[in-house]
């Protein structure tokens, strides 16, 4: 609300994201899951399971190859 408030583009960094308490639909229950979406990345990780996803979207669109498991530590610690 102020005047020198910064751009959407300063500010909107990462989108939170989550599932929890999920219902059954279709194929069958969804895992619950929280992460966060930024304009490049996702990152999920599963509660129950302790399961932790990466996608580098810009070039996995589809989501079907996750690099949690040889992603560098410095970008773990940030999400």
Same mark, same amino acid.
């Given at each position: 609300?102020?005047?020198? @408030? #910064?751009? #959407?583009?300063? /500010? @909107?960094?990462?989108?939170?994201?989550? @599932?929890?308490?999920?219902?059954?639909?279709?194929?069958?229950?969804?895992?619950?899951?929280?992460?966060?979406? !930024?304009?490049? /990345?996702?990152?999920?990780?599963?509660?129950?399971?302790?399961?932790?996803?990466?996608?580098?979207?810009?070039?996995? #669109?589809?989501?079907?190859?996750?690099? !949690?498991?040889?992603?560098? #530590?410095?970008?773990?610690?940030?999400?």
């Amino acid at each position: 609300l102020r005047r020198d @408030r #910064p751009s #959407p583009d300063a /500010w @909107r960094r990462a989108v939170p994201l989550e @599932r929890l308490g999920s219902r059954g639909k279709g194929d069958g229950p969804s895992p619950d899951f929280f992460g966060l979406r !930024h304009r490049r /990345w996702k990152y999920v990780v599963y509660p129950q399971s302790g399961d932790e996803e990466i996608y580098d979207t810009e070039r996995d #669109p589809f989501e079907l190859q996750s690099l !949690h498991a040889n992603a560098d #530590p410095a970008c773990l610690e940030i999400v």
